[in-house]
């Protein structure tokens, strides 16, 4: 039996755990794991968190007993790796669950930016049915530019071509078989920001993509474009966007991601001196897109569908079974 610690915890998960890993010693807890409460988890074996969790060196000294971090994502920058490494403990993620979760999410605010869906609701609960300003764009014919065509830009692209968009596709390992079959284009990221109506960014956030788009690019994209993300919000510089929106040059942005967004969800941290100044003032850069008409946010939700989760509990589970069973699966490798 080993003591298995869930962070970040929804109602309903609990009582599906419960029955998956029943002959373990099971712990639960909707908060958000950090430095103050790991000091009370001695004695957990394995750890499983979402991505709001940001596991340290620090945490894991506090953890002595731990063989396992399980996250329940398909990301995993929210782990020091190389920390993981070193005191030779598994990290497994959950690499599929929700491609097509994520894509159709993506054409949500897709649709929402294209048609002004968001602006018309808001006019509409005060009873204003004018339709100055709400004109919107067919997507047939667009160019969409996927940054990113693993397995949730695979199905955007092919979403996309059900729309009979144009796609064009950023990608350092690419496949001309699945470009001919789904009738899509490989091109540069300058190409592809040049030339796109709408760009969508699915790459995974590490040091190379880390404000992928920023000043120096951020120009570049096609006037009149709108942007994407339900990646990362640190693909993006948040600084670039605003001054991009506010330029005009990008007419808009639909954004599943921010950048500092666990402060959304821990404000205490604002007011607590260890998190850095850089880090607070990245927060209140993403605070600005709140207030712009042009911008619409969701809260992290692209992955949330009864589906989807489903998938991610079974095998965080199997990961889990597996590992401790000592056949490691989904495991994550260093760079």
Known sequence: M?????FETQKDDQPFYEKQLKEHHLLFSPEILDNKLAADYQETEVLSIFIHSHINEEILAMMPKLKLIATRSAGFNHIDI?????????????????????????????????????KAYFRTLQEDFSLTGLQGFDLKGKTIGVVGSGRIGLHVIKIARGFDMTVLAVDPSPDPFLAEVLQFRYAPLAEVLAQSDIITLHAPLNKKTFHLLNRDNILTIKKGAILINTARGELIDTEALLYALAEGHIAGAGLDVLEGEELFVEEEKLFDPQTSSETKSVFHKSQDLLDREDVVITPHIAFNSYEAVQRIRQTTVENIVAYLAGQPKNIVKPD
């Open 2 to 6: 080993s003591t298995i610690a869930f």
């Open 82 to 118: 190389e920390a993981t490494q070193k005191q030779k403990l598994g990290v497994c993620y959950v690499p599929t669950y929700g491609e097509y979760t994520v894509a159709e999410h993506t054409f949500a605010l897709i649709l929402a930016l294209s048609r002004n869906v968001h």
